[in-house]
């Protein structure tokens, strides 16, 4: 399974899009259910979530093995998604 965080902007959705044309298994990480509609109908599994939650990074990770990173750029939330991947074994 990937874990693509920041999945309902521009360079996350796009990540989902060209995963999934691949068939490979997609988790969104997102923080609005709502607005990954598209996300969802291209097969990806939705994961309600926001970087600056640890927990809710942690219960988006179980089971994936790859981690695609799309932040912001603060370091600080950068620092929550690589350490809940850490703690779940992604290599």
């Known amino acids: 399974?990937?874990?693509?965080?920041?999945?309902?902007?521009?360079?996350?959705?796009?990540a989902?899009?060209?995963l999934r044309r691949r068939e490979l298994p997609v988790r969104a990480l997102v923080r609005s259910p709502a607005k990954a509609a598209a996300?969802?109908?291209a097969?990806?599994?939705?994961?309600?979530g926001d970087l600056t939650v640890?927990?809710?990074?942690?219960?988006?990770?179980?089971?994936?093995t790859t981690l695609v990173l799309v932040s912001?750029?603060?370091?600080?939330?950068?620092l929550?998604?690589?350490d809940s991947a850490a703690r779940?074994?992604?290599?």
Request: aromatic residues 0%; glycine residues 14%.
């Open 1 to 14: 399974m990937i874990l693509v965080t920041g999945a309902t902007g521009k360079v996350g959705s796009e």
């Open 16 to 18: 989902v899009r060209l």
């Open 39 to 41: 996300l969802a109908a």
């Open 43 to 48: 097969g990806a599994q939705i994961a309600e």
């Open 54 to 64: 640890p927990v809710t990074i942690d219960a988006a990770m179980a089971g994936v």
């Open 72 to 78: 912001p750029g603060i370091p600080a939330l950068e």
């Open 80 to 82: 929550n998604a690589i």
């Open 88 to 91: 779940a074994g992604v290599k």
